[in-house]
């Protein structure tokens, strides 16, 4: 059963910074890992993505604030979040999508909660 941990939410004022954590379980190597977020009342969205090769893929919202690096090493992804903002508070949720033999496997943390005061 794969597990992923976040870690790293909280509550901090507009234009400041955090960083999740997203511990696997599993080797992330051959998976393309991902953050997403939900705001109340709305659907959950793409944040983040970065695949095995190391290709990044954002929001149109965090271009430019928001970065997607791994350590490989500690199966563990991160999400730099710099210049927040009160919209970035949503719920962000650790994603892992790997592809085998013409299946997908996606499998999603619990979720940790980031907070921005204005």
């Known amino acids: 059963q794969v597990q992923l941990v976040e870690s790293g939410g909280g509550l901090v004022q507009a234009g400041g910074s955090l960083r999740l954590s997203c511990a696997a379980s599993i080797s992330i190597r051959g998976y393309t890992m991902g953050w997403y977020r939900q705001a109340p009342g709305k659907q959950r969205e793409l944040v983040a993505t970065i695949t095995s090769g190391g290709s990044t893929n954002y929001a149109d919202s965090v271009k430019g604030r928001f970065t997607i690096p791994t350590n490989n090493a500690k199966n563990t992804v991160y999400l730099q979040m710099n210049s927040l903002k009160p919209e970035d508070t949503a719920v962000y949720y650790c994603?892992?999508?790997?592809?085998?033999?013409?299946?997908?496997?996606?499998?999603w943390g619990q979720g940790t909660q980031v907070t921005v005061s204005s």
């Open positions: 994603n892992a999508v790997w592809y085998f033999v013409g299946k997908k496997y996606d499998y």
